[in-house]
C-alpha cells in the first residue's frame, strides 16, 4: 500500500518569513495530493490539493509543487501570519475522492511574531 | 448545508463496554469514510463506503471494529468490546463522487476508554 513520509515534524518561523513542507510518497499510482490543516481541537480541512497532471498550483498565498519522477511534493506558504499556526497533513490516493486517503504524519508550524 | 455531522462529539466508556460512533454525510454524497487519529498513528483510513456499500476495510484493526452504512444518509462504526487502546479521535468524511477530489471532514468524536 501507499506510504506517505512528512518533514519536518515541527516548523518555527518568524511572521513574515515563508515557510516549506515536504512529502514523499511510494506509490507511483497515486495521483491525488490534497493538503490539511488542522487547528488544536478542529477537524482537518482541506486548504489545496493537486492532480499528477499538473507540477504547480497556487492560491494566494499558498502554492504546492509536486514532482512526479521523484514522487514528492511539497507545501510552500509565504508572507506567514499568525493565524497559519497549525498542523498541516500531506496525503496521497489513486482514486481522489473515490479512495481513502494514506496521511503524513504532520508538520506543527508555529509562527513566531 | 450542514456539513458532515457526527455523534456524540465526547464519548467516555469503561474498557469492555460496546461503543457506537455516528456519521451523517453531507446530503448526495457518494462515499462515505471513517478515519482514526492518534499522537503516535497519526489519521489512519478504518474504512469506506460507495453508494453504501463497504469498499475497504482493510484498515479495520481487528474483529471488535465494525461498521454499516444502512441507508444514504447514515453510518455508524462500533466497537465491541472497547479497550484503552481504542482511545482516539474517530473522523467521519464523505465526498461528492469518483470524478470530484475533496473529501470534507465532520467535527470527529474523541472517544476515550477507561
Known amino acids: 500500500g501507499e506510504n506517505v513520509e512528512q518533514h519536518p515534524s515541527t516548523l518555527s518561523v518568524q511572521e513574515g518569513d515563508s515557510a516549506v513542507i515536504k512529502c514523499t510518497y511510494s506509490?507511483?499510482?497515486?495521483?491525488?495530493f490534497p493538503w490539511y490543516k488542522q487547528e488544536l481541537g478542529k477537524r482537518p480541512q482541506l486548504i489545496i490539493d493537486?492532480?499528477?497532471?499538473?507540477g504547480e498550483k497556487k492560491d494566494q498565498r499558498i502554492a504546492v509543487t509536486l514532482n512526479k519522477t521523484a514522487k514528492h511534493f511539497s507545501l510552500h506558504i509565504t508572507e506567514t501570519q499568525p493565524e497559519d499556526s497549525a498542523v498541516y497533513f500531506c496525503?496521497?490516493?489513486?482514486?481522489?475522492?473515490?479512495?481513502?486517503?494514506?496521511f503524513g504524519k504532520g508538520t506543527h508550524l508555529i509562527i513566531q511574531p | 448545508d450542514a456539513g458532515v455531522i457526527q455523534s456524540p462529539r465526547h464519548e467516555v466508556t469503561e474498557m469492555g463496554q460496546e461503543v457506537t460512533l455516528r456519521c451523517k454525510p453531507i446530503?448526495?454524497?457518494?462515499?462515505l469514510f471513517w478515519y482514526r487519529q492518534t499522537m503516535m498513528r497519526g489519521l489512519e483510513l478504518l474504512i469506506y463506503?460507495?453508494?453504501?456499500?463497504?469498499?475497504?476495510d482493510s484498515g479495520m484493526p481487528e474483529d471488535r471494529f465494525s461498521a454499516k452504512m444502512p441507508n444514504a444518509s447514515f453510518s455508524t462504526l462500533k466497537i465491541q468490546p472497547s479497550e484503552p487502546r481504542d482511545s482516539a479521535v474517530y473522523f467521519c468524511?464523505?465526498?461528492?463522487?469518483?470524478?470530484?477530489?475533496?473529501?470534507?471532514f465532520g467535527p470527529g468524536t474523541r472517544l476515550t476508554v477507561l
Open positions: 506509490d507511483s499510482a497515486s495521483n491525488y
Open positions: 446530503s448526495g454524497h457518494d462515499y
Open positions: 463506503f460507495n453508494n453504501n456499500v463497504p469498499i475497504d
Open positions: 493537486i492532480r499528477s497532471n499538473v
Open positions: 496525503a496521497a490516493t489513486v482514486g481522489g475522492g473515490a479512495d481513502g486517503l494514506t
Open positions: 468524511a464523505s465526498s461528492l463522487t469518483e470524478s470530484t477530489d475533496t473529501q470534507y
